[in-house]
Nanobody, 124 residues
Framework: VQLQASGGGLVQAGDSLSLSCAPSGRTVKDYVMAWFRQAPGREREFVAAISHSDTTTYADSVKGRYTISRDSAKNTIALQMNSLKPEDTAVYYC???????????????????WGQGTLVTVSS
């Protein structure tokens, strides 16, 4: 399964931005889907995830500012990012678990499918 992420860009602190992720050849409902991010010089970290039943989980650093959602009609996963901060600057990756697994995990090793990443830059 290939995942295609899009929507990154350059914004100012306090602005909003929405990312989108679409799996090729499969239905987005088949997967636990997540967003991770990797800032320069840092390890890739968990941001948010959504289960088959649309249960969501967020990293503490983005809770209340970010929203992950599934659009079955468009077959995409979205990450709505509000009140962006300079420390949110990173390459954002969408990821999917093997369809056999239905539990949300924050561990990067639990995800088998990855998109190419999209850069989000937040200026102060």
């Amino acid at each position: 399964v290939q995942l295609q992420a899009s929507g990154g860009g350059l914004v100012q602190a306090g602005d909003s931005l929405s990312l989108s992720c679409a799996p090729s050849g499969r239905t987005v409902k088949d997967y636990v889907m997540a967003w991770f991010r990797q800032a320069p010089g840092r390890e890739r970290e968990f941001v948010a995830a959504i289960s088959h039943s649309d249960t969501t989980t967020y990293a503490d650093s983005v809770k209340g500012r970010y929203t992950i959602s599934r659009d079955s009609a468009k077959n995409t996963i979205a990450l709505q990012m509000n009140s962006l901060k300079p420390e949110d600057t990173a390459v954002y990756y969408c990821a999917g678990r093997n369809p056999s697994f239905t539990v949300i995990r924050r561990d990067i090793r639990a995800y088998d499918y990855w998109g190419q990443g999209t850069l989000v830059t937040v200026s102060s």
